[in-house]
């Protein structure tokens, strides 16, 4: 990549049900990720964190009847809607943005920022469908949600939320799904996005899963942007991650997809942004999740082995 990377980090927890992925950004910086985009070649910057209240100082059920049992959306919106103009901010300055949660709610402002000014493809690495919204989700937690939020389904649209980017459906793929509740099955099915799950990764290989699911999101778009959840491994690969669920990827098929990005980024020099979510160092084994997450990211700039 020819670009700087600017690294930003969100440590935001209010779209989990557990405390402590907030300290990603800082578990993931500690575990070496300039270093290692370093050996990947990239020069990068870090442009610290944004700042995110406590949640201990907020109240998660301060929300309108209208949003359903959602928490902590009004706070989501406020640091989502920053991160939004941060991102599209630092890819008119003709640099990359990098973002790093925080829970996955935080690709609403990712996604929103990279598609201003552009029609946007995204590949979703990740074990759940996210497009959940406050009327559906059986938990109220918004990092089930940031799918259906950006394409404004349901109480999402009522909100008319300022990060909320109409992207087409048959711009997003999914890699990797294993988690997917009876309503996220349908929407999925129903719509026009594609759905590579785990048992098509087990027939055809990573290889060829990514290679597809790259050919739909760089399809008539201007960019593409990657969302990697850390819970798209599997729990013995990646344990530091709030929502684990067995059958993950393995460290090795996670590498070779981000690396069959990175070759064809640089063929057609389609990346616009990434963000890297889910790390909990809570949950982690002498921070093995956050080593995983930068090693990963590095693969998706360029990184081999020789």
């Known amino acids: 990549m020819d670009r700087t990377v600017r690294i930003v980090g969100v440590p935001m927890d209010y779209g989990a049900d557990r405390r402590g992925v907030d300290m990603g950004p800082s578990a993931i910086r500690y575990a070496g990720l300039a270093n290692e985009l ?24 301060a929300t309108q009847p209208a949003r359903g049992n959602a928490k902590y959306l009004g706070e989501i919106e406020e640091v989502c809607t920053r991160l939004r103009d941060r991102v599209a ?12 949660g925080g829970d996955h709610s935080i690709a609403i402002g990712s996604v929103a920022g990279s598609a201003e000014g552009a ?5 979703w690495f990740d074990a759940h469908a996210d497009l959940n919204t406050p009327e559906t989700s059986p938990t109220g937690n918004v990092h089930g949600m940031p799918l259906g939020a950006i394409l404004g389904r349901g109480a999402f649209e009522a909100m ?8 087409r459906e048959a711009s997003i793929a999914y890699v990797g799904l294993r ?9 999925v099915r129903e719509s026009e996005m594609t759905a590579f799950t785990m048992s098509d990764i087990d027939e055809r290989g990573i290889a060829a899963v990514v290679e597809d699911a790259l050919d739909v999101a760089t399809a008539g778009t ?3 942007h990657v969302s990697l959840d850390l819970d798209w491994l599997d729990p013995k690969a ?3 991650v709030g929502t684990p669920v067995r059958g993950g990827v393995t460290y090795r098929e996670a590498h070779a997809a981000l690396e069959a990005v990175s070759r064809r980024d640089a063929e057609e020099g389609f990346l616009r942004s990434m963000d890297v979510v889910e790390v909990n160092p809570i949950l982690d084994e002498a921070n093995e999740t ?7 990211t590095a693969s998706a700039f360029g990184k081999r082995i020789l």
């Open 38 to 61: 370093e050996r990947a070649g990239v020069e990068s910057v870090d442009d610290g964190d944004l700042d995110v209240p406590r949640a201990e100082e907020r109240d998660p059920d």
């Open 179 to 187: 988690s997917i509740d009876e309503y996220e099955r349908e929407l």
């Open 89 to 100: 901010e630092t890819i008119d300055a003709g640099e990359f943005p990098l973002v790093l």
């Open 160 to 167: 008319d939320w300022p990060v909320a980017p109409r992207i």
């Open 290 to 296: 956050a080593t995983l997450a930068a090693d990963l």
């Open 238 to 240: 990646a344990p530091g």
């Open 222 to 224: 201007d960019g593409v």
């Open 119 to 123: 029609t946007l493809g995204a590949i």
